[in-house]
């Protein structure tokens, strides 16, 4: 085969891999709000059809009130949800019991992360660790509870109930329909918290502050999803896929403010930024970056909100591997949060595996996209040593301190000396035999140098020098 067609092979492999990834799953939020699938009936076996959004202008939701296209409305009758409801839904032309639109139970509209709806009898409960009831209760309150109890899995029911577990075996009662999981969470009316007897389950890792991920594929979400990301929110999440050429990113959901909130892409063993988004600069095409160690760092300010970002990333194997990195991570871990660090960007932050007895450190000791500039125990990159410049830096300040000690010693040595009396006493016979010509010295000293000069004294009383007696 010629040149040609094994590029063209390549890029039809790269195309494929990325594409049958994507149709994985076709959301990437909680509640559905971003599906723009195909589907057009409440459920695939048995739905009622959905009414073409152009021709329900009798409803509040319609391409009349929402002509450019808002919440995925068109000239067509696919399920959506412009509302922000607990899922996507659609009119419907049955007008049973009064009833004129529908939830749709869509298959392929399940978050990464999503475990899916499922039975609860209570005897066991599908989930048998910690459990707790809040009138308050979202689906990050009740991740954030199971993780920092170190659970793996973290499950709603009824809009109030948290439960707890690392249980295996959680699909034993059987699986639910999601339409079944629809009771709104009480702290949040746009969020599924599971329904009566039946648990929504969700991996503890959704919404983590910071993590390790050596899979081939796999989704990060911003801190706290799918609820709002916090303010003062510092971030690193690392992506090391052994042997793997490129790192295919893809952004599939974007929602920062303004623009110092910001994420950012970094060469894992240089620390170079090779990508940056904010809110005037979102992701408008997937990043491919040819390394097999990427940081993914988010950053966000102490004043605005807003939902944050999902990223898809898909690590391609091939040849001209880059050789197996002196950091390595095993499996990965969820990291506690580390909302409380303040801007500027430096610090250290360390990852460790709790079932390895290797540990993985990582030193970030300036802002990314700025210069790097070396300092005593950065990292600088494979096979590169900081320069002993830094430490005669440290000598040269050090000695000029002594000097400035030295200086301000000597200093009041001298004041000391000027204010003793060196100069012989005059007798008071003798200081009225003065001639009148005679002319005083003054002395005046200031905190950096002391002056002596003659001054003329004048015969007024007011002018005289507060030095010299009468």
Request: aromatic fraction near 10%.
């Amino acid at each position: 085969m010629d040149s040609l067609t094994i590029a063209t092979l390549l890029v039809a492999g790269v195309l494929s891999a990325t594409s049958a990834a994507q149709l994985e799953t076709e959301c990437y939020t909680a509640n559905g709000k971003d599906y723009r699938g195909c589907q057009n009936q409440t459920c695939l076996l048995g739905g009622k059809p959905c009414l073409f959004w152009n021709e329900t202008f009798q409803h509040p939701y319609n391409t009349l009130k929402y002509p450019n296209g808002e919440g995925g409305l068109g000239s067509h009758n696919y399920c959506r949800n412009p509302d922000g409801d607990v899922r996507p839904w659609c009119y419907i032309t049955d007008h049973d019991d009064g009833i004129y639109w529908k939830y749709c139970d869509i298959p392929t509209c399940q978050m990464p992360g999503n475990m899916g709806c499922f039975k609860d009898s209570g005897d066991p409960p599908t989930l048998t660790g910690s459990s707790e009831t809040s009138n308050k209760l979202t689906i990050q309150n009740c991740i954030s509870l199971c993780r920092k109890q170190r659970y793996k899995l973290a499950g709603m029911e009824s809009g109030y109930a948290c439960f707890c577990g690392n249980d295996p075996d959680y699909r034993r009662h059987g699986e639910a329909a999601s339409t079944e999981c629809n009771h709104v969470c009480f702290g949040d009316h746009t969020q599924p918290c599971g329904g009566d007897g039946r648990v929504i389950i969700f991996d503890t890792r959704v919404g983590a502050c910071g993590g390790n991920y050596t899979q081939t594929s796999a989704v990060v979400y911003s801190p706290d999803f799918p609820d709002s990301y916090g303010t003062g929110r510092v971030c690193y999440w690392t992506i090391q896929v052994t042997g793997a050429s490129v790192i295919i990113f893809n952004f599939t959901f974007f929602d920062i403010v303004d623009q110092t909130d910001m994420v950012e892409l970094l060469d894992g063993y240089t620390n170079r930024v090779v990508a940056r988004f904010d809110g005037r600069n979102p992701p408008r095409d997937t990043i491919n970056v040819t390394v097999d160690f990427v940081i993914l760092y988010f950053f966000s300010d102490r004043t605005n909100q807003a939902q944050g970002f999902a990223v898809h990333y898909q690590a391609l194997k091939g040849p001209g591997d880059r050789p197996e990195g002196d950091v390595v991570g095993e499996e990965e871990e969820e990291e506690e949060d580390t909302s409380t660090v303040e801007p500027p960007y430096e610090g250290v932050t360390e990852k460790s595996n709790d079932s390895h007895s290797s540990q993985i450190l990582y030193v970030i000791t300036s802002s990314p996209g700025k210069p790097d500039h070396n300092m005593p125990g950065q990292w600088t990159g494979r096979s590169r040593t900081c320069t002993p410049s830094t430490m005669w830096t440290i000598y040269a300040l050090a000695a000029l301190l002594t000097l400035t000690v030295i200086a301000m010693v000597a200093k009041l040595l001298l004041h000391i000396t000027v204010k003793s009396p060196t100069i012989p006493t005059v007798s008071g016979s003798e200081s009225c035999n003065q001639s009148p010509a005679s002319e005083p010295w003054i002395i005046f000293y200031r905190p950096s140098t002391i002056s002596f000069f003659k001054k003329k004294l004048k015969n007024h009383h007011g002018d005289l020098s507060p030095l010299v007696g009468n």
